[in-house]
């Protein structure tokens, strides 16, 4: 499968996932404030997240057409 996600939108990806999975784990051990159920919401988008900055691949770029790869 091409890859569809950048070196710069990886990046963010990353660092958006690892904020997310903080959050949540923060949240779930009680030294973060929020609602419970809002841990494993964001455990799922840290995934999701961190899944499609390191695989560099996206499905909803693919579905909607966008490719922020530089050019090849």
Not at 33 to 39: A, K, T
Not at 59 to 64: A, F, K, R
Request: hydrophobic share 50%.
């Amino acid at each position: 499968m091409e890859q569809n996600v950048g070196r710069s939108d990886s990046i963010v990806r990353i660092a958006l996932g690892a904020v997310a999975g903080l959050l949540s784990l923060g949240i779930l051990g009680g030294m973060a404030p929020g609602p419970m159920v809002l841990s494993p919401i964001l455990g799922v988008v840290a995934i999701v997240l961190l899944a499609t900055g390191v695989t560099g691949r996206c499905g909803v770029y693919s579905l909607i057409g966008v490719d922020t790869c530089e050019a090849r």
